[in-house]
Antibody
Framework: EVQLLESGGGLVQPGGSLRLSCAASGFTFSNYAMSWVRQAPGKGLEWVSAISASGGGTYYADSVKGRFTISRDNSKNTLYLQMNSLRAEDTAIYYC??????????????WGQGTLVTVSS | EIVLTQSPATLSLSPGERATLSCRASQSVSTYLAWYQQKPGQAPRLLIYAASNRATGIPARFSGSGSGTDFTLTISSLEPEDFAVYYCQQRSNWPPEYTFGQGTKLEIK
């Protein structure tokens, strides 16, 4: 059974930093690209960042480019999101999501339960 | 950036009725479109990928259609557990960027 378990969320002041983790199990983690998707309270879904299976390719939404860094440790089956210079508008539930099986990997077939990040003074 | 526009914003129907949800892209996304269901307090669940393929374990009452810029999610006969928010999502070819529609809330009439 595929499982994705996020951790590391919490309350942080504006300008602060936080590192999220996503522990994966139930599939060969090193074979799949992964993404982070967030959802502000009461709002819709927003893709944040993606990383290739090897970790050699990283991609970001414009809203987080230069502030967030995605990485992975395939030996630990873990995905990370380093978040710096946090702003109030980064407040959201952060989900990790696994690349789907379609040819382009254009969907996310498994999602974690999310971790809440609150940016407030 | 490709924008996805979902309609209607809210759809009020009764169990047993047919639901038709629309997603329109600002430019062609071929068939690189997915649909998700999200219930309160839960993570999204993949329903349909590549426009018309049901994900693992998704009931046959869910179907997707379309290509290019116009897509439809159809629920043939609503069950009580189908009332939720539905999102469409696309991926651009290169660089890989993903966008979601704003969602359609399917509520009980």
């Amino acid at each position: 059974e595929v499982q994705l378990l996020e951790s590391g969320g919490g309350l942080v002041q504006p300008g602060g930093s936080l590192r999220l983790s996503c522990a994966a199990s139930g599939f060969t983690f090193s074979n799949y690209a992964m993404s982070w998707v967030r959802q502000a309270p009461g709002k819709g879904l927003e893709w944040v960042s993606a990383i290739s299976a090897s970790g050699g390719g990283t991609y970001y939404a414009d809203s987080v480019k230069g502030r967030f860094t995605i990485s992975r440790d395939n030996s630990k089956n873990t995905l990370y999101l380093q978040m710096n210079s946090l702003r109030a508008e980064d407040t959201a539930i952060y989900y990790c999501a696994k690349r789907g099986l379609d040819a382009l990997g254009s969907s996310f077939d498994y999602w974690g339960q999310g971790t809440l990040v609150t940016v407030s003074s | 950036e490709i924008v996805l526009t979902q309609s209607p914003a809210t759809l009020s129907l009764s169990p047993g009725e047919r639901a038709t949800l629309s997603c329109r892209a600002s430019q062609s996304v071929s068939t690189y479109l997915a649909w998700y269901q999200q219930k309160p307090g839960q993570a999204p669940r993949l329903l349909i990928y590549a426009a018309s393929n049901r994900a693992t374990g998704i009931p046959a009452r869910f179907s997707g259609s379309g290509s290019g810029t116009d897509f439809t999610l159809t629920i043939s006969s609503l069950e009580p557990e189908d009332f939720a928010v539905y999102y469409c999502q696309q991926r651009s070819n290169w660089p890989p960027e993903y966008t979601f529609g704003q969602g359609t809330k399917l509520e009980i009439k």
